[in-house]
T-cell receptor, first 112, second 114 residues
Framework: GQQLNQSPQSMFIQEGEDVSMNCTSSSIFNTWLWYKQDPGEGPVLLIA???AGELTSNGRLTAQFGITRKDSFLNISASIPSDVGIYFCAGLNAGNNRKLIWGLGTSLAVNP | DSGVTQTPKHLITATGQRVTLRCSPR?????VYWYQQSLDQGLQFLIQ???????AKGNILERFSAQQFPDLHSELNLSSLELGDSALYFCASSVEQVSYNEQFFGPGTRLTVL
């Protein structure tokens, strides 16, 4: 099935550093979602984006809906140990609103 | 705690067997979604039910089936199991029929097929 290209696949950073990850698609999306999955848990929605160019924050997290509607970015500022986990992007293709398309995730490790 | 419950948490079985995974959505949620998560494939949408009826189908194998009961809980049936079916299976729920911005995930069932 279709998947989003999410990068980087993994990151290992020092506490306090900023983090950036992104998600790209070959087709146009009309919704972008960012989730975080802690070990042994299900994904939890962090930020939802619905309009091209939209920039939305949730605490230290900021996400943007790319103006081409084919990409999205998630930034985490001043990382802390509890930011550890897998971050997934997901999107609704403009041509198929019933199924979320998922990225493979970015695994984040934070060294205290 | 998302309010979505899944049982069992872990399941170990043999190839060729059949298993049933159970999901109870959040109180008031009418939609249930099933996902499969494996290391090399990420999260794959399997199927969605809304108020007892199938609403959307993803990459669900013919060996797999699901249903949603009148009390809105759902079951995912996996039969003729193969080694490659080993994965985490998540259930999610939402209030609306199409409400991807408010989809709440359960803790998952880890299936191991030996």
């Amino acid at each position: 099935g279709q998947q989003l290209n999410q990068s980087p696949q993994s990151m290992f950073i020092q506490e306090g550093e900023d983090v950036s990850m992104n998600c790209t698609s070959s087709s146009i999306f009309n919704t972008w979602l960012w989730y975080k999955q802690d070990p042994g848990e299900g994904p939890v929605l962090l930020i939802a984006l619905y309009k091209a160019g939209e920039l939305t924050s949730n605490g230290r997290l900021t996400a943007q809906f790319g103006i081409t509607r084919k990409d999205s970015f998630l930034n985490i500022s001043a990382s802390i140990p509890s930011d550890v986990g897998i971050y997934f992007c997901a999107g609704l293709n403009a041509g198929n609103n019933r199924k979320l398309i998922w990225g493979l995730g970015t695994s984040l490790a934070v060294n205290p | 705690d998302s309010g979505v419950t899944q049982t069992p948490k872990h399941l170990i079985t043999a190839t060729g067997q059949r298993v049933t995974l159970r999901c109870s959505p959040r109180s008031g949620d009418l939609s249930v979604y099933w996902y499969q998560q494996s290391l090399d494939q990420g999260l794959q949408f399997l199927i969605q039910y809304y108020n007892g009826e199938e609403r959307a189908k993803g990459n669900i194998l013919e060996r797999f089936s699901a249903q949603q009961f009148p009390d809105l809980h759902s079951e995912l049936n996996l039969s003729s199991l193969e080694l490659g079916d080993s994965a985490l299976y998540f259930c999610a729920s939402s209030v609306e029929q199409v409400s991807y911005n408010e989809q709440f995930f359960g803790p998952g069932t880890r299936l191991t097929v030996l």
